[in-house]
């Protein structure tokens, strides 16, 4: 009797603590869910594995071991704290299939079911492991989700390897963590898939627009606060590949610029697709100096691609901190030297200089500058100090980077439609009868369609605007307020003062007071008032600057950060003759061809009766 009750109470004992152990593992088979529930990635995954497993399972060591596509092999992610240097040795090893029969089955065939292993174990590989690391039994619990194989958990004993026998419950237990690791890793591999996808290019494999404005911002991606120079790389001409041959052979033509980007930098650098076919490249450490070689190693690579239809890349060059002051500024100092390049034959690098200096020589302007300089001196003269006051007001407005090159260049430009006028025209001393107006009046459009058919659209657009007043009564087409761009309202009034304070075969030079008393009275009607205050600042601050250095006022080309621009660059070899002037006693002044004056008895606007002060 007693004897049978010492047996219920055995049994009933050890059924409570079946109990307790069951409702401990429970718990942390729960919290595991938790944990796991709460990490994106699969390596936070196998870390959180291997703290909670010993909690549902008695052992002294936990590993896992994700299968790597690369690598066709299994790799240690995570494993538990252990003393010496086994925990080191553990986590750099590498199983491949081949390695174990019994791993290679598993794996090669996704099985669900966990391999028990001692010391006795027949596969050689896994005996010679558990020996290397002190294991007296092992269980390799595959992790399979849909029939996918993500890897496998080692768990094993050190001592008393009874504890790792192979039990329904045992089994029970080591099915439900791998299935939640499983889930968990699946949810992770999605959100690792979702967010590669998000920063990488789908078509060529790069780094994405997004992956380059988060690691522009972040500067190189790392937070660094070291020199670093960003590339801007556009291929020429690419529309004409696509249109000639179709967007199929444009997608390998992409590509095959990708792979020569890839074999032309190092590994730090960062390749990007921002757009179409425009690349950007994040060199860290160098400066834009040091940047040129690589550049034009980059160039010669996709030169030397061998495509089948021949492929070349313009590049413009910016370094951090040299030459912008915040990373929004350093984009548009590239963009602004990509631009250069651009318009520079193409084919080309171009450095950029604190946003504004471009050292370059470009052979397309230079070619429209010689038309200017074959027709007519002065008036090259006269586009130079138009072209380096537009920047100075420019640049007091707001505009910088590619804005600011673009509006130099306009400047430098915006006469060049004069050369079909011809020079009878233009010299005339007297009043000009209505045919020869509207003959000068044509030059806005005929310079338009010169730089149009050159590839300055924007600027074109600039040049086409330059007559136009801000009340409607310019020319050629009679815009008015912000139907002109900011660039074409800053050519006009800027061209209006230098045209004023300059002698001219139909009438004298005006002081520069009376030329910004002009401006002031014809704001609002001619000249957008906000341009107009802007030229009479920038001309008051010249004046205020030489005065203080004890200096005559001094002619200028120069950019307003006193650097030497593109079109400076290329005009070089002419005599560019005098800037706006502060004081009209000082030299001689410049002569343009303009016809038009600020006499209301000298010929007046064909589409306003405000006086014609350009």
């Not at 040091?290 to 239809?309: H, I, K, N, S, W």
């Not at 586009?383 to 537009?390: F, R, T, Y």
């Not at 001219?504 to 009275?521: F, I, N, T």
Request: proline content about 5%; hydrophobic content about 40%; glycine content about 8%.
């Amino acid at each position: 009797m007693y004897a049978r009750y010492a047996a219920s109470v055995l049994d009933t004992a050890t059924a409570l603590e079946d109990a307790r152990r069951r409702h401990r593992e429970s718990r942390a088979l729960l919290e595991l869910s938790r944990a796991v529930a709460q990490v994106t990635t699969a390596d936070e995954v196998a870390q959180r594995l291997v703290e909670a497993v010993p909690a549902v399972v008695d052992c002294d060591r936990v590993a896992v071991f994700l299968w790597d596509e690369e690598e066709t092999g299994l790799t240690c992610k995570a494993i538990t704290e252990q003393p010496g240097a086994a925990g080191g040795l553990l986590r750099e090893l590498r199983v491949r299939p081949s390695d174990s029969p019994a791993l290679g089955r598993q794996i090669e065939q996704v099985e669900t079911m966990p391999i028990y292993a001692d010391l006795d174990t027949p596969d050689a590989f896994i005996g010679r492991v558990m020996r290397r690391f002190g294991s007296a039994a092992v269980v390799l619990v595959p992790i399979v989700a849909h029939e996918r194989y993500y890897g496998l958990m080692s768990v094993s004993v050190v001592e008393r390897p009874e504890r790792l026998r192979a039990t329904p419950a045992l089994d029970e237990t080591l099915s439900g963590v791998s299935a939640q690791a499983a889930t968990a890793l699946e949810n992770a591999r999605l959100i690792e898939t979702m967010a590669h996808q998000a920063r990488h290019d789908s078509l060529t494999g790069l780094l994405s627009h997004r992956a380059f404005q988060e690691s522009l911002e972040a500067g190189v991606g790392g937070g660094t606060s070291g020199v670093f120079t960003l590339a801007l790389i556009d291929i020429d001409d690419f529309k004409l590949v696509n249109d000639l041959y179709g967007h199929t052979v444009g997608d390998d033509a992409l590509r095959m610029v990708t792979e020569a980007f890839r074999s032309s930098v190092r590994d730090r650098d960062l390749v990007f697709r921002v757009g179409g076919e425009e690349f950007a490249v994040i060199l860290p450490g160098l400066s834009a100096e040091d940047a040129v070689p690589v550049a034009e190693r980059l160039r010669a690579a996709v030169a030397g691609t061998g495509f089948m239809v021949p492929l070349r890349v313009s590049v413009g060059l910016a370094s951090w901190p040299g030459d912008a002051s915040d990373r929004g500024g350093l984009f548009e100092c590239a963009d602004a030297a990509l631009y250069a390049a651009k318009h520079a034959g193409k084919d080309c690098t171009v450095r950029a200089d604190r946003g504004q200096r471009i050292e370059a020589e470009g052979p397309v302007p230079q070619r429209l500058l010689n038309l200017l300089r074959i027709k007519d001196g002065e008036t090259l003269a006269h586009c130079a100090e138009v072209a380096a006051l537009s920047v100075k007001v420019g640049a007091a407005l707001g505009l910088e980077g590619g804005r600011l090159a673009q509006l130099r260049l306009a400047g430098q430009l915006h006469d060049i439609g004069k050369v079909a006028v011809p020079d009878h025209v233009l010299g005339k001393p007297g009043t000009l009868d209505d045919d020869e107006l509207r003959l000068v009046h044509t030059h806005p459009v005929v310079g338009a369609e010169i730089l149009t058919a050159w590839g300055f659209g924007p600027v074109a657009r600039f040049v086409l605007e330059h007559h136009e007043h801000f009340d409607g009564g310019g020319y050629p087409a009679g815009l008015s307020g912000d139907e002109i761009t900011l660039e074409g309202r800053i050519i006009h009034a800027v061209d209006a003062f230098a045209a004023m304070t300059a002698d001219r075969p139909y009438r004298g030079a005006m002081s520069v007071e009376d030329a910004l008393a002009e401006l002031r009275a014809h704001s609002g009607t001619q000249f957008d008032p906000q341009v107009a205050e802007a030229v009479e600042r920038e001309v008051e601050r010249a004046a205020a600057a030489d005065s203080q250095s004890g200096q005559k006022p001094s002619t200028t080309s120069a950019s307003p950060t006193g650097s030497s621009t593109l079109t400076e660059t290329m005009t070089s070899s002419a005599s560019p003759g005098p800037s706006f002037q502060t004081d009209r006693t000082v030299s001689a002044p410049t002569r343009t061809a303009e016809p038009a004056s600020t006499s209301t008895t000298s010929s007046p606007s064909l589409n306003s009766n405000t006086p014609e002060i350009t």
